[in-house]
């Protein structure tokens, strides 16, 4: 491609993308396609000779975006969101036009230099301890993955990096019963064995109890088990349950073990001082991760890692062969020596984008806003008199169910589950669902960048217009 077809192409790109950001809510939230049916719309092998970028483009209008879910519509209330916003767009369409590696200090001082103090803003917006540090990675999981392979070398003095397992010790993870799956595949990567994860029973508002995790570590001392970690939820995925970190923390020191605190989406609350409570006592954790790319408005993927004492994660991680070595090691950061991978985004530019654009204050009024909302949708809901939430409304997460008649249990989660299809089905919302105690619910995240009331307000109607439906037809 030309320096001058770049030119033309990518002002049209802006354009066609400006677009697709005012009208966005105009497309159906989830498509309605079967599978392998994009697949089966594209050549069978690469195109040996070069096509026009029209023509690409018009493939893309017409055979991908029919394919794609719209995590940007406003009624996508499904999962936990992936928010992008406008700065944070720019910021990626200049980082992929420079193009860099970022995996030291030397392959570009600024992007180092930028995540050190993006990270540092945000450490101290959330109130957490100055003297931590944070890094940039990928995804929740790689970070979680990291804490754990931190924990580990910590208490073998870095000897199964050395010399492999021994076969000897067995090691011991906990968290609560509603963990995320990404610990459990933490775990299994880190060579701990998934049944070493141990799940601790939770209250009536599924936060991990702490003396069930003292008898826990107790009973796996006497055993011979070696406990070495706990991972505790800020925010658990299927209800946005909060474990008891202060009380944690307590245990974790007691014992010798690790904390690990999982925030990845509810972690963005804590920018609002009101929440910042619940990580009162985290001082005497370990590390914490958070989701800037679920619901602070930047572009997946950006996720942030913060860590009390960053020499255990380097030394689990840094391995620096001739080549990589530079004359600037011991007065810089290599954030490759911070995590898994060597090469790196430069991440750290959409947060500072993001983070600039609004403001701390205007990232805060726009959670209040979704905060607003969904204490509003709860309402709703609890006036209804065949509705029920069924998991306190921490953040703005609600877990909500039908319950109209006598129902026996199977019955009644197959009938929530034909509701929610329904819903979706109709292409202008999306929810998904989880259970808990093994009843069937719908989660209404309100966290969307654009959300507003209209949109919980058709989606409201919408809900309570197919439930009418679909007892109708129950109704023999
Ligand atoms: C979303 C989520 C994760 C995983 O996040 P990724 O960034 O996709 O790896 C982990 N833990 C919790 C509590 C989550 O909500």
């Known amino acids: 491609m030309t320096k001058e077809e770049f030119r033309k192409q990518a002002h049209l790109l802006v354009d066609w993308m400006a677009d697709y950001l005012e009208e966005k809510e105009n497309y159906p939230v989830t498509p309605s396609v079967k599978p392998k049916a994009i697949f089966n719309q594209l050549p069978g092998s690469a195109p040996e000779n070069a096509e026009s970028f029209e023509q690409i483009f018009e493939d ?28 944070s767009i720019l910021a990626e369409m200049l980082m992929s036009t420079l193009g860099a590696q970022c995996m030291s200090w030397l392959t570009s001082p600024a992007a180092t230099e930028l995540e050190e103090q993006v990270c540092d803003w945000l450490r ?31 208490a073998t003095r870095f000897q ?6 021994s076969g000897n010790q067995v090691f011991r993870i906990y968290s609560s019963s509603h963990v995320h799956s990404s610990i459990d595949k933490a775990v299994k990567i880190a060579g701990i064995g998934v049944q070493n994860l141990v799940r601790i029973p939770v209250d009536e508002n599924f936060s991990m109890i702490p003396s069930e995790l003292e008898k826990a570590i107790l009973a796996d001392k006497e ?25 944690i923390t307590q245990i974790t020191q007691k014992y010798g073990l690790w904390h690990h605190i999982d925030a990845a989406f509810a972690g963005t609350a804590l920018l609002l001082p009101e929440f910042q409570h619940l990580i009162q006592g985290h001082q005497g954790a370990d590390s914490y991760v958070f989701n800037p790319h679920k619901w602070m408005f930047t572009n997946f993927d950006c996720t942030v890692f913060f860590i009390r004492e ?32 060597l ?43 065949d509705m029920e939430i069924l998991a306190p409304v921490n953040f703005n997460t609600i877990c909500f169910r039908m319950n109209p008649a006598n129902l026996p249990s199977d019955q009644l989660n197959s009938l929530n589950e034909s509701w929610m299809n329904r819903v979706n089905q109709t292409g202008k919302v999306f929810f998904s669902h989880t259970k808990l105690n ?36 129950q109704t023999p």
């Open 60 to 87: 893309f209008k017409e055979i991908v975006l029919p394919g794609m879910t719209h995590w940007q519509h406003p009624s996508f209330f499904a999962y936990f969101p992936a928010n992008n916003s406008e700065p």
């Open 124 to 154: 101290d917006a959330k109130g957490i301890d100055s003297s931590w540090k944070g890094v940039i990675h990928d995804t929740a999981s790689t970070a979680t993955l990291s804490a754990i392979l931190t924990a580990r070398e910590k």
């Open 160 to 165: 199964i990096n050395e010399r492999g397992f």
């Open 223 to 247: 055993t011979g088990y070696l406990p070495l970690c706990v991972v505790s939820a800020l925010g658990t995925t299927s209800s946005t349950a909060v474990d008891p970190i202060d009380e």
């Open 310 to 341: 960053p020499q255990y994660l380097v030394n689990t991680f840094s391995l620096t062969p001739e080549y990589l070595k530079t004359q600037l090691d011991d007065q810089v950061n290599n954030y490759r020596d911070w995590g898994i991978q």
């Open 343 to 385: 090469g790196r985004r430069f991440r750290a530019l959409k947060l500072w984008f993001v983070i600039r654009t609004y403001g701390m204050e205007g990232i805060r009024a726009k959670l209040r806003n979704h905060l607003v909302l969904a204490q509003k949708a709860k309402s709703w809901i609890e006036n209804e008199a």
């Open 438 to 473: 093994g009843s069937y619910v719908i989660r209404w995240v309100i966290g969307q960048t654009d959300v507003q009331e209209k949109h919980i307000a058709a989606a409201w109607s919408l809900l309570k217009e197919e439930k009418q439906k679909l007892l109708a037809e």
